[in-house]
């Protein structure tokens, strides 16, 4: 069974920091791997999508890295900025499902001025 | 070109009376899915629709949960006799055909909080 963990739960970091958020996976039989942000009480938002032939994707600040033999991926965000506090979701979609997600509990990211 | 509405946004009910989720998709969308998120846990898929059809509601309890996605009007899900454990945030996805997790076009609504008193 498919298992979605995500290290740390909560991170604090000064302004202008660059970060790294962790998300690992039990079962490296995925098709891709999405990187959502969540804002208090708002929907989610898509950041990256990763298939599972790539090893990464880059989007402005964000850079999402995938090896999924060893069934991680890291989503970095360069020179973070106060806007960027928010959850952090990663989810993953396994080969055996053309749309089911599992998900991991999330990171909290608090970016202080 | 709005994107995928859901009302209410906060619901309260007292143990034993019912809750109903309304889900607009996005325009041209025609599959909707449905998500549940305790506090402090990733989300959890619940059912799949597709017009007029449940086409995969593994993850909905078998008592007192239902969920429709009519031809015309929006998608509804229901929850019966609601107990405490039912206070969650229910989140409502969209995707056009072809398109879904595989794609990564899926396009989330702000979801509904429903409190059980």
């Known amino acids: 069974k498919q298992e979605v963990t995500q290290i740390p739960a909560a991170l604090s970091v000064p302004e202008g920091e660059n970060l790294v958020l962790n998300c690992s996976f039990t079962d490296s039989a995925i098709y891709n791997l999405q990187w959502f942000r969540q804002d208090p009480g708002k929907g989610l938002t898509s950041l990256l999508l990763i298939q599972s032939s790539q090893r990464e994707q880059t989007s402005g600040r964000l850079n999402a890295s995938l090896d999924k033999s060893s069934g991680r991926s890291t989503l970095y965000i360069a020179a973070s900025q106060p806007g960027d506090s928010a959850t952090y979701l990663c989810a993953v979609r396994p080969k055996d499902s053309n749309y089911q997600l599992i998900w991991g509990a999330g990171t909290k990211l608090i970016i202080k001025p | 070109n709005a994107g995928v509405m859901q009302n209410p946004r906060h619901l309260v009910r007292r143990r034993g009376q019912e809750a109903r989720l309304r889900c607009s998709p996005m325009?041209?969308?025609?599959?909707v899915y449905w998500y549940r998120q305790l506090p402090e846990e990733g989300l959890k898929f619940m059912v799949y629709?597709?017009?007029?059809?449940?086409?995969?509601e593994s993850g909905m309890p078998k008592e007192r949960f239902s969920a429709e996605f009519p031809k015309e009007g929006p998608s509804i899900l229901r929850i019966q006799q609601v107990v405490r454990g039912d206070s969650a945030a229910y989140f409502c996805?969209?995707?056009?055909?072809?398109?879904?997790?595989?794609?990564?076009?899926?396009?989330f609504g702000e979801g509904s909080r429903l409190t059980v008193l």
């Open positions: 325009k041209g969308h025609s599959h």
């Open positions: 996805a969209s995707s056009p055909p072809g398109g879904g997790a595989h794609t990564g076009e899926l396009f």
């Open positions: 629709l597709q017009k007029e059809n449940i086409i995969d």
